[in-house]
């Protein structure tokens, strides 16, 4: 058979249609074992020569790989096919030298000997050169000292067994100190391979003290949560307790519990939006008030009761400058046995004193909810004019703060409780128009906007 069948060294780099360095790695280990077999079927003395001769002799396969490989290759796999070249070329010389028994090179005294242990460290020498890596060193660690094909294993077999009893000690002595040099090299190879490397990973990881920190923006409270904050605090200063209620209630509690029957007219100021259910599932809608918590809690609980919901509601309201399909309310609601009007009214200038300042005067303005009896609007005097009349105030001097009143004794049929021993008040303020009106904002769709600009003025 001949050597040069389809010896891919005579074809031009940019023919055998490789184009990443995996395959310039499959090509060379498909040249190392065709080499391997060329060398094992190399048996008689000629055919080693002509073995030799393909694999490293003028215009053989290293030299064809210069031409034809490195020379033709794109630029970013040209230094990897050399490097492999290299590797190549040793790879085969040390084969070629270490699979003959040692006469058939010609080695028949020491001195020859000698010379040609001398040819093998500086081959090993230069190959442990060139390893830049963990990789790098474990590949040669296996060709050089591998214990079934390792270069030292392969003289053992090869030249130290089949020589002459008067070589043998020279052979052996040259043996033990290429081995010897061979590891102690490895090892110190080894060494310097994790000191770069970890001298490498601390300067990629160095932290330099010097750079300034990422500068993470803090966020703020919203307006409407500072205001729900401001609303609490007062009212847990006089043993209300925070509660909180679902968003998706049935017609019941939004409605018919708080004494607005089906047809009532005042369902049509409180129209909303009802969820999409399967047929013959009851209706569910989103509130429209914080209110339907006053049922919940008195459905729960008996008298003394004095509690405050913040949340959500909703209604299907057109967005404007004072309309939004959802804002937020804080219920209040207190229900006792010796509760009066007095209480309620006290409460409730405490309430607005604490929230906008000392000088704010309270008014009560007759009003009508279905839930209380009597219902009342809660105005304040004026904060910008002082009374005096304004555009704020529309020239009233009074500002319409929120709704409240008496809870009316047939809410307390729905609940159970007993309408001749207990009363109480109830009050329902909307947290946007509050903090609207005390902070001058024109435009309740700001809260929802979210622009930096606008949160920011509210740190
Ligand atoms: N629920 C009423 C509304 O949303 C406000 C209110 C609550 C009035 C409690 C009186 C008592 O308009």
Same mark, same amino acid.
């Given at each position: 058979m001949s050597l040069d069948a389809q010896d891919p060294t005579r074809t031009d780099f940019p023919a055998l249609g490789i184009s990443d360095s995996a395959g310039v790695g499959f090509l060379f280990e498909q040249l190392k074992a065709r080499f391997l077999a060329d060398l094992a079927r190399a048996a008689a003395h000629s055919e080693w020569e002509r073995v030799r001769d393909h694999w490293?002799?003028?215009?053989g396969v290293p030299q064809r790989i210069a031409a034809n490989w490195v020379h033709q290759a794109p630029d970013n796999l040209r230094p990897l096919l050399f490097r492999e070249r290299e590797n190549l070329i040793s790879f085969i010389n040390i084969r070629l030298m270490t699979t003959q028994p040692l006469k058939q090179l010609g080695i028949v005294n020491a001195e020859q000997v000698a010379a040609r242990f001398r040819d093998l460290r500086n081959i090993f020498d230069s190959e442990i050169e060139r390893c830049i890596d963990e990789v790098d060193l474990g590949i040669d660690k296996t060709a050089w000292l591998?214990?079934?094909?390792g270069v030292i294993t392969q003289i053992t077999e090869n030249w130290l067994k089949t020589s002459s009893p008067e070589l043998k000690p020279a052979i052996g002595k040259e043996l033990n100190s290429l081995r010897a040099h061979i590891e102690t090299t490895i090892e110190g190879r080894q060494q310097k391979i994790s000191a770069a490397a970890e001298s490498a990973a601390l300067a990629r990881e160095?932290?330099?003290?010097?750079l300034p920190g990422v500068d993470r923006p803090i966020g703020s409270r919203h307006l409407i949560r500072q205001t729900f904050e401001e609303i609490e605090r007062i009212f847990l200063s006089l043993g209300f307790a925070v509660v909180e209620g679902r968003e998706i209630e049935t017609p019941y509690y939004n409605f018919e519990a708080l004494?607005? *029957?089906? =047809? =009532? *007219?005042?369902r049509d100021m409180m129209d909303t939006f009802y969820l999409d259910l399967p047929p013959g599932s009851q209706p569910h809608l989103l509130r429209t =008030?914080?209110? *339907?918590m006053q049922i919940h809690t008195m459905e729960k609980q008996q008298p003394p009761v004095r509690i405050i919901v913040p949340g959500k509601v909703y209604r299907r309201d057109n967005p404007d400058a004072t309309h939004s399909y959802m804002f937020h309310q804080v219920e209040g609601l207190a229900v006792d046995t010796d509760i009066t009007f007095c209480e309620f009214k006290g409460t409730v200038e405490y309430f607005v004193r604490e929230f906008l300042g000392p000088a704010a005067k309270t008014r009560l303005r007759p009003s009508y909810f279905p /839930?209380?009896?009597p219902s009342v609007e809660i105005d304040a005097s %004026? /904060?910008? %004019?002082g009374g005096s009349g304004c555009r704020l105030c529309k020239f009233s001097g009074w500002i319409e703060l929120f709704g409240a009143g008496m809870v009316d004794p047939a809410v307390y049929g729905f609940v159970n409780y007993d309408s001749k021993r207990v009363s109480g008040y109830a009050f329902g303020m909307g947290v946007d128009r509050l903090s609207q009106l005390k902070y001058g904002?024109?435009?309740?769709q700001l809260f929802f906007q979210n622009d930096v600009r606008f949160l920011r003025q509210f740190p």
């Open positions: 490293s002799g003028a215009g591998g214990r079934k094909s160095r932290v330099d003290l010097s004494n607005i *029957p089906e =047809h =009532h *007219p005042a =008030h914080t209110s *339907p /839930f209380t009896e %004026c /904060f910008v %004019c904002i024109d435009d309740v």
